[in-house]
């Protein structure tokens, strides 16, 4: 199974996602002061640079461990020993775990990680924040990125890997979408179609998008899955579901598009 890749949506909105775009430009300005931005998939090329790049991920990213004992690692990478080992220090900083997710939430290891959920968020994020509006949006997007990551952390508590990435509180936008507008027409490249653009339902690019999520969680892809928290976005995904609910964003009247004259009910021609 192959994920299409969404690139633009046929939903007008009624207000600019103000919220959505300010999470996008946190998001760039964040990654470019991460040791991994110099390198486009992320990979240190020395070896004093994979210890570096560690020990800045260990300080602030999410870590099941640290999130189910509410206790801070007390040891973390230092400089190199070998090719391919770096020593092991004591912890100099103080981490409070939960509020490392929320640092995590604006952290990438790469420029495709980042890319990747940038572009979800950009074609997704603005109807979902028209529809909440902007500080139910806010609330809603946080509360997705935390309980994907304590999903992900309660799956395997004892796992010290780091957490990083938007993906899990997108994974919430996603699934908050698929429910407010299944059939809003989503124009997206498919990849075994030498990525030719198609406009599909929204229910298929992001019903797919979620098997593929489940398959993947599920072993059914583990050679591909390697390093990808599955488990977050499926658990975001369900969350998103069922926090726009509880927010209110099935019985949200929606605005009309801003060319709409405010004394009728058609568009303008």
Request: net charge positive; with cysteine; charged share 10%.
């Amino acid at each position: 199974m192959v994920s299409l890749i969404p690139i633009h949506d046929e939903n007008p909105t009624s207000r600019v996602a103000v919220i959505t775009y300010l999470l996008i430009a946190i998001n760039f300005v964040v990654f470019i002061t991460e040791p991994v931005a110099t390198s486009l998939n992320g990979t240190p090329t020395t070896a004093a640079a994979a210890c570096h790049q560690i020990a800045y991920f260990r300080e602030y990213s999410a870590i099941p461990k640290e999130l189910t004992s509410n206790q801070q690692l007390p040891v973390t990478a230092g400089p190199p020993v070998g090719p391919n080992q770096c020593s092991v220090v004591r912890a100099r900083y103080h981490k409070i775990p939960a509020l490392s997710v929320l640092y995590s939430m604006f952290l990438h290891g790469s420029w495709l990680h980042l890319l990747g959920n940038m572009l979800f968020l950009w074609v997704f994020g603005n109807n979902i924040e028209d529809r909440l509006g902007r500080v139910r949006y806010l609330l809603f997007y946080l509360l997705c990125g935390y309980i994907a990551a304590y999903g992900f952390a309660l799956g395997d508590p004892n796992s010290t890997t780091t957490l990083i990435g938007a993906s899990g509180a997108i994974a919430g936008v996603l699934g908050a979408y698929l429910i407010l507008f299944p059939r809003a027409r989503v124009t997206s490249l498919v990849p075994f179609l030498l990525f030719l653009p198609i406009r599909f339902p929204a229910w298929v690019v992001l019903g797919s998008w979620f098997l593929l999520q489940y398959f993947y969680f599920r072993g059914a892809g583990v050679g591909e899955g390697a390093g990808v928290a599955y488990l977050a976005h499926v658990v975001g995904f369900i969350a998103g579901i069922i926090l726009v609910i509880l927010f209110g964003g099935l019985s949200a009247r929606r605005r009309p598009p801003p060319s709409w004259n405010r004394y009728q009910r058609y568009p303008y021609a």
